[in-house]
Nanobody, 125 residues
Framework: QVQLAQSGGGSVQAGGSLRLSCAVS????????MAWFRQAPGKKREGVAA???????KYADSVKGRFTISQDTSKNTLYLEMNRLKAEDTAMYYC???????????????????WGQGTQVTVSS
């Protein structure tokens, strides 16, 4: 079992930057893949970025070139650096982890069994 604790987020004007963090605790002896998802009001939860057990990354087209996912294994912490934020990036953001394989192409929430508590990101235009 692992626990994910998120921090960061908040409100920013369009064009600004924010960084989200996700600290992993518990049984971290196994290797796991992690991802960031977001959910806007009335919309489905969507994958934003993922990093697998060997460090490969994938981004949703909507954030490619603006967001960067990274992992500090010494601190068991996942990050999402968000630059050039847009109003449409406004959503609740969640980090997630899995010890199993997942599809990079679909980046489906159902593939991830552990979730952070969520943090709100609001971008004003």
């Amino acid at each position: 079992q692992v626990q994910l604790a998120q921090s960061g987020g908040g409100s920013v004007q369009a064009g600004g930057s924010l960084r989200l963090s996700c600290a992993v605790s518990g049984d971290t002896s196994g290797t796991y893949s992690m991802a960031w998802f977001r959910q806007a009001p009335g919309k489905k939860r969507e994958g934003v970025a993922a990093i697998d057990r060997v460090g490969r990354t994938k981004y949703a087209d909507s954030v490619k070139g603006r967001f960067t996912i990274s992992q500090d294994t010494s601190k068991n912490t996942l990050y999402l650096e968000m630059n050039r934020l847009k109003a449409e990036d406004t959503a609740m953001y969640y980090c997630a982890a899995t010890f199993f394989s997942f599809s990079f192409s679909t980046l489906a929430p159902n593939d991830f069994g552990y979730w952070g508590q969520g943090t709100q990101v609001t971008v004003s235009s």
